[in-house]
């Protein structure tokens, strides 16, 4: 495989485990000079794959050279609020996301990871294979606003660097994923000045 040239700066991959056999996985975290595995599912276990439950995966991870640490903050499963800024997901897990991430938890746990990728080489793992498909691209948005480099590991090619949900809006630190129509009433209360 060849190597995707290294940018300077903190950069954090993402991965998700799918159904790869466990030697495979750490294959694909070796060409990628991962040193640390960061467990954002909020169940950390699988049946289907038991290679890559808590139980077992951190003993694989620790002969391989990798670390392994759960973050159950940034853990999936959350629960959109009824009145939710991010309707622009049609997702409801995904709108329930984005709303975590209105969270000082969440704020306080993606600023940890932001700060252990400046440290060393970290994959936040989840189990869906694609990014896009999965929680974790939610947390990439929150990485890149921090001036953190994502790229999503997917299989043996070179990483593709993860770029901002384009409906995605920002003020700070915090991001919102509003629908169009949510915008456009904004709009009309605006000051037409600015």
Not at 18 to 33: A, G, I, M
Not at 70 to 90: F, I, M, Q, T, V
Not at 99 to 106: L, N, S, V
Request: aromatic share 6%; hydrophobic share 35%.
């Amino acid at each position: 495989m060849e190597k995707t040239q290294l940018l300077p700066g903190p950069m954090i991959c993402t991965i998700g485990h799918s159904t790869h056999p466990l030697d495979e996985f750490l294959d694909l975290l070796r060409d990628n000079e991962v040193r640390h595995v960061l467990d954002v599912r909020t169940v950390p276990r699988s049946r289907q794959n038991p290679q890559f439950n808590k139980e077992t995966l951190p003993r694989s991870l620790q002969t391989a050279g990798i670390g392994y640490s759960h973050l159950p903050g940034l853990g999936g499963l959350r629960h959109a609020r009824k009145e939710s800024l991010n309707d622009g997901w049609r997702n409801a897990s995904f709108r329930g996301y984005a709303d975590y991430m209105q969270t000082p938890e969440f704020a306080g746990n993606v600023q940890a990871v932001a700060e252990l990728g400046g440290r060393e080489r970290c994959v936040l793992m989840c189990a869906e294979a694609l990014p896009w498909r999965c929680h974790r691209s939610l947390i990439a948005d929150a990485l890149v606003l921090r001036g953190i480099r994502v790229e999503d590991i997917i299989g043996k090619g070179p990483r593709k660097v993860h770029s901002m949900t384009p409906w995605a809006r920002t003020d700070g630190l915090n991001i919102t994923y509003p629908s169009p129509q949510r915008e456009a009433q904004a709009d009309l209360f605006e000051d037409p000045r600015k």
